[in-house]
Nanobody, 119 residues
């Protein structure tokens, strides 16, 4: 079992920045690929970014490429999402998730943190 706790959400004006954090309960954090997802009101949850266990490989949704950066600190069992140049359409609940590197599906999810971008 892996417990995930997100933090860092809040209200920010368009063009601003936020940094989300997700702390994991497992010491063997590096065996998990980590992802960030988001869900806006009335919409389905969508992929935002992911990072491999070692941190060597990352992937981003087209909508956030060049604005968001995912990173991780395995010594702290924490993954981050640096969000710059925020847009109103980035408003959503952001979730972090973990999956064993040998599996496809994300098995563990945090409770989510709200990000609201005002115009």
């Amino acid at each position: 079992q892996v417990q995930l706790v997100e933090s860092g959400g809040g209200l920010v004006q368009a063009g601003g920045s936020l940094r989300l954090s997700c702390a994991a309960s497992r010491r063997t954090f590096s065996i998990y690929d980590m992802g960030w997802f988001r869900q806006a009101p009335g919409k389905e949850r969508e992929f935002v970014a992911s990072i491999s266990g070692s941190g060597d490989s990352t992937a981003y949704a087209d909508s956030v490429k060049g604005r968001f950066t995912i990173s991780r600190d395995n010594a702290k069992s924490t993954v981050y999402l640096q969000m710059n140049s925020l847009k109103t359409e980035d408003t959503a609940v952001y979730y972090c998730a973990a999956r064993n590197s040998l599996t496809v599906s994300y098995a563990y999810w945090g409770q989510g943190t709200q990000v609201t971008v005002s115009s």
